[in-house]
């Protein structure tokens, strides 16, 4: 690997070490991965947990979308790593005052937990190809059904309470998972960017409308695709959802900008210069500007004003898709913002990523669209809209 | 298929039941008094350990507290260091992997605030002809200088490092003799400990995948030697010793100095003392 | 419970009592053993070779070297400072000799604003002497001062005396050479001679009769010899010359950066050509151009000389006589 292609340029003084940025576009999309995990799972804990019947249509489907997520939230940090083969020492020898030894195992534990959970909502189909099936997926499918066949309701019944506790453990899984993440920058001293009690928070709540717009913006594509009805009072719900945990975001977000502001700190000017400077268009006109406070007022014209229709579906799709964009950006002016900032408190670096090699754009890029291409090939074998196509699958329709 | 309702259930079948539970449960517990017995024999290989010295025959590290001194006042800025270190720790010969460094402030006349530059700065690397040399520009030579210095700067070995508060494995580490070092073994790359340095002292090596930093050269300073830094500094700007000796150049330093150390605030507790330093110098 | 339940709950536990298994198998041997942290990798570091080695390994041959920096004002300037790191020297490398003594010199003695004054004596390179090109010209890199240069070490001469006697063979009583292939040695600078007499104890300067005779010299008595011949007189030889002087004395205006104006340089630990047997003094010329002898400066410079050069050019400086002290 040649450093000096990754040498940035500066303005100021920063340290002469600082001048190769050290996490690049795949800690962008690290996090951004293990938010819409905990987006997408709270949405279906909506209705799991809490019982909230309007979002039944898309329960099932984010749950699955959970799992194809979490699946792949490994690979950016292991394309990052000098060592990936060793990445088994943070499970092995976890140093416990280290955030990023939680992940090991707090990865871990919510991947089988998410595993489990989707196991036991999809067990009525998995069991209908291990006995009707053919091919090699029957094969599979009788060894993940665990050479059980029963689906008496004695069992369902044990299934629905499983269902409900892992969901139930879910959510404070959830909310640890992707709250270490923003505690992994929240809590250093080096950067004033980062350091801030309300970055946990801050994270978890991005992550929350992050995965509830990707929800958002599925389900509507899904269901044109599949020629179904959306139903309104999901939308509608899921709207809600969005609506209510952006404004909490923004909140948040704006409380810690003016927190480092009020305080000004040592280094507060490089700060100010950086928010006036290379973060205005990324930081005030996209994320907050055009992603967060555009679709708020979005949501709040079409849920005050009662809309329905095609017309409250457009309007949440573009929002979902806006909020889905902007956070993004948040966690790109987070990571990257934070190591533009030199720790001399006198400079700035300029991040120019990469487009090819082990830690470019198009790396980043596949990684961030494989869970959508691990989606659609799940669906391919197990149904989320079950209850429409079980009649279908009585039928004998052998999946492709 | 089962039927609906919850069928009485043959005797045969409730003991195969209990059978493969029980089975199942000593399974569990075997394996789990297999697993405390390896645990308590790798406990037994903990404490103080053996009475043989440690990590060499010659050098014992429970005799050493070593600490570092720098005399800002007397550096003049030759980089003499900056290239010794690299050539004893084989460090890239580039502008942005240091062990140490040495950092410029000079105060323009009607100025408030310093021109700081350091290795990296593209001025000083035309200077010196390549990013393989190291010096700095004369830039300043007919400015009105009100003011100016250098200050050699590297890692503190820090007595609460942050560096090894964040390893996710326990790749890095700090030693009795109060050396924090990086098992080059271990380390997986993942650069959290290079974000978590304020002092901005660690680096990513890119030749071997880990993270890298000033190792007060423990494989000298083990073997009676002096880091290559100190031995080469013509104007003994650095200075290195142990504070279990109180007439150590460091003791003797830090008793006859007011001695500071760099951004205190963080609560790492540095074990680099400065005279010398400046307002402005971060 | 129903029976997919109960192998779920089996496997949970055998995952989890296999990957228990699976940490303590892989944690390696010595972790633990005093923190968080792989033991052995300690050891592993300390076993490190250094690279530098210090002025205590260059003393075991090169010691007048080593006693002439060690008592000078350079004597906090480490050797490796200037003359690089040389692991493995001399078996497997040769330590730098430093050609460009401008850059290298001027990386500590430049003026630079915030190069303190206490610290360093500094010059400005595009003024000071700035017609030469290199400081070495005038400044002994072992003792650079101008005014230590001119101080003569104290000795003891009826002790001294009587252990030059062997040299007298060869170089005179009275340190002229009684024959004129050989040096004179009278009014020789003292740190050339001292330099000359290292250079042939570890063999960097070849010579089947003065490998012996410097070997018996201990490291001690010799910068006593060579102030003991610095201080006897010169003596301007006699004889017929070969060569034309005039013509030398044309070519003798590169030697002087190094050389001085009239053969007396002013760094003493170049030699001085005065008073210097003219035959001597074209076999040195020869030496060099030949490969006997090597020297970073003195080589590049006889190879550019043509034989006829060397011939005028040895007249002209040995019909310099002892000539009037240039400092």
């Given amino acids: 690997m040649d450093a000096l292609h990754h040498a940035s340029a500066f303005s100021g003084y920063v340290y002469p070490n600082e001048t190769i940025i050290p996490w690049s576009v795949l800690i962008v999309v690290y996090p951004y991965l293990?938010?819409?995990?905990?987006?997408s799972f709270t949405v279906s804990s909506l209705y799991h947990v809490f019982g909230m019947q309007q979002f039944k249509p898309v329960a099932r489907f984010s749950m699955l979308l959970a799992l194809c997520l979490m699946v792949c939230v490994p690979m950016p940090l292991l394309l990052h790593l000098g060592h990936p083969e060793r990445a088994f020492n943070a499970?092995?020898?976890?140093?416990?005052?280290?955030a990023f030894a939680i992940f090991g195992y707090a990865a871990s534990f919510y991947t089988i937990l998410l595993m489990l959970e989707n196991w036991f909502v999809y067990r009525p189909q998995i069991v209908q190809i291990a006995t009707e099936g053919k091919g090699p997926l029957k094969w599979v499918c009788r060894v993940a059904s665990l050479g059980s066949n029963d689906l008496s309701e004695y069992a369902m019944n044990y299934d629905h309470k499983w269902i409900y506790a892992l969901a139930v453990i879910g959510i404070p899984a959830a909310l640890g998972l992707h709250g270490y993440v923003g505690f992994v920058f929240g809590s250093l001293k080096s950067r004033e960017w980062w350091s801030s009690d309300l970055m946990p928070p801050v994270f978890l709540l991005s992550a929350v409308i992050s995965g509830t717009a990707l929800v958002i913006l599925l389900y509507v594509l899904t269901s044109l695709a599949r020629k179904v009805a959306i139903e309104e009072p999901c939308v509608k719900g899921l709207a809600y959802t969005l609506w209510g945990f952006l404004m909490f975001a923004l909140i948040l977000e704006g409380l810690e900008i003016a927190s480092m502001l009020y305080r000004s700190r040592e280094g507060i000017d490089v700060i100010v210069t950086f928010l006036t400077g290379p973060l205005v268009v990324p930081f005030f006109i996209l994320q907050i500007g055009l992603g967060s406070v555009v679709p708020l007022l979005t949501l709040t014209y079409v849920i005050v004003r009662g809309s329905k229709g095609r017309a409250l579906t457009a309007a949440v799709f573009v929002s979902a898709a806006l909020v889905l964009c902007a956070v993004l950006l948040m966690r790109w002016n987070v990571v990257i913002g934070g190591q533009e900032i030199a720790k001399t408190g006198k400079g700035l670096v300029s991040y120019e990523p990469e487009v090819f090699g082990r830690e470019g754009l198009i790396a980043a890029g596949s990684v961030l669209f494989l869970?959508?291409?691990?989606?659609?090939?799940?669906?391919?074998?197990?149904s989320p809209w079950a209850e429409e196509t079980r009649a279908a699958v009585l039928r004998g329709r052998t999946p492709a | 298929m089962k039927r609906d309702d919850k069928p009485a259930v043959p005797a045969r079948r409730i003991f195969l039941r209990d059978i493969s539970r029980g089975a199942a449960c000593a399974g569990a517990a075997a394996g789990a008094a297999g697993l405390l017995a390896a645990a308590s024999a790798?406990?037994?290989?903990?404490?103080?350990?053996?009475?043989?010295?440690f990590p060499t025959p010659d050098y014992d590290w429970n005799k050493h507290r070593w600490a570092y001194a720098v005399d800002a006042t007397k550096c003049i800025g030759c980089l003499r260091c900056v290239e010794a270190c690299k050539r004893e720790n084989n460090v890239a010969l580039d502008a942005h992997h240091f062990r140490t460094w040495v950092e410029r402030y000079v105060y323009i006349d009607g100025e408030e605030k310093?021109?700081?530059?350091?290795?990296?700065?593209?001025?000083?690397?035309?200077?010196?002809?390549?990013?393989?040399?190291?010096?700095?520009?004369?830039?300043?030579?007919d400015a009105k200088v009100d003011k100016a210095f250098f200050v050699p700067k590297l890692c503190n070995h820090c007595t609460h490092p942050a560096c090894v508060q964040v390893c996710p494995t326990g790749a890095t580490y700090k030693t009795r003799d109060g050396v924090v070092l990086i098992d080059h073994k271990y380390c997986i790359g993942c650069q959290y400990c290079v974000q978590a340095c304020p002092y901005?002292?660690?680096?990513?090596?890119?030749?071997?995948?880990?993270?890298?930093?000033?190792?007060?050269?423990?494989?000298?300073?083990?073997?009676?030697?002096?880091?290559a830094c100190v031995e080469v500094c013509p104007v003994e700007a650095r200075m290195f010793g142990d504070l279990n000796d109180r007439d150590s150049v460091v003791s003797r330093f830090i008793r006859d100095n007011r001695v500071q150390v760099l951004k205190p605030e963080t609560g790492n507790a540095p074990n680099v003392y400065y005279i010398g330093l400046d307002k402005e110098v971060t | 419970m129903p029976k997919h339940i109960a192998r779920l709950v089996l496997l949970i536990v055998a995952f989890g009592v296999a990957g228990l298994a699976a940490k303590a198998f892989f944690t390696t041997d010595s972790f633990y053993r005093f923190g968080h942290y792989r033991a052995d990798s300690v050891p592993e570091i300390a076993a490190l070779t250094p690279v530098f080695q210090t002025p205590r390994a260059c003393r075991s041959c090169h010691a007048p070297r080593v006693v002439e920096w060690s008592a000078s004002s350079h004597k906090s300037v480490t050797c490796e400072a200037c003359h690089g790191a040389a692991p493995g020297h001399p078996q497997s490398l040769q330590a730098t000799i430093p050609t460009d003594t401008v850059r290298l010199c001027t990386q500590c003695h430049e003026k630079m604003p915030g190069r303190p004054l206490s610290s360093i004596r500094q010059v400005d390179s595009s003024e000071h002497h700035a017609t030469a090109t290199q400081c070495i010209a005038c400044h002994n890199p072992h003792a650079p001062k101008i005014e230590a240069m001119a101080q003569k070490p104290a000795f003891d001469r009826k002790a001294v005396a009587a252990s030059a006697a062997v040299c007298a063979g060869c170089h005179g009583e009275n340190g002229v050479a009684t024959n004129e292939a050989w040096p004179n040695l009278a009014g020789q600078n003292a740190a050339y001679i001292a330099r000359s007499l290292g250079s042939f104890k570890i063999g960097a300067r070849k010579d089947a009769t003065m490998a012996p005779m410097a070997e018996s010299v201990a490291d001690d008595d010799v910068p006593k010899l060579a102030a003991y011949f610095s201080s006897l007189s010169c003596h301007a030889p006699a004889g017929k010359r070969a060569g034309n002087a005039a013509a030398g004395g044309k070519l003798a205006i590169q030697c002087?950066?190094?050389?001085?104006?009239?053969?007396?340089?002013?760094?003493?630990?170049w030699p001085s050509l005065?008073?210097?047997?003219?035959?001597?003094?074209?076999?040195?010329?020869?030496?060099?151009?030949?490969?006997?002898?090597?020297?970073?400066?003195?080589?590049?410079?006889?190879?550019?000389?043509?034989?006829?050069d060397i011939a005028d050019l040895a007249s002209h400086f040995a019909g310099l006589g002892c000539g009037a002290t240039s400092n």
């Avoid at chain 3, 030496?287 to 002898?293: L, S, V």
């Fill in chain 1, 34 to 39: 293990t938010g819409l995990v905990a987006g």
């Fill in chain 1, 91 to 98: 499970m092995i020898t976890p140093h416990l005052t280290s």
């Fill in chain 1, 371 to 382: 869970p959508l291409i691990l989606m659609f090939v799940a669906t391919r074998i197990v």
């Fill in chain 2, 42 to 53: 790798d406990s037994g290989k903990s404490g103080t350990g053996s009475a043989e010295s």
């Fill in chain 2, 114 to 141: 310093p021109h700081v530059d350091s290795m990296s700065d593209p001025l000083n690397i035309e200077a010196s002809g390549s990013e393989k040399l190291y010096r700095f520009a004369n830039r300043y030579k």
């Fill in chain 2, 200 to 227: 901005g002292a660690r680096f990513f090596n890119h030749a071997k995948g880990v993270t890298d930093k000033c190792t007060w050269c423990y494989h000298r300073i083990t073997k009676g030697l002096l880091p």
């Fill in chain 3, 256 to 269: 002087s950066v190094c050389h001085g104006d009239n053969g007396r340089p002013v760094n003493t630990s």
């Fill in chain 3, 274 to 308: 005065v008073g210097q047997n003219s035959a001597y003094l074209a076999s040195a010329l020869t030496a060099f151009k030949d490969g006997q002898r090597t020297d970073p400066f003195m080589s590049p410079v006889a190879r550019a000389l043509s034989d006829s």
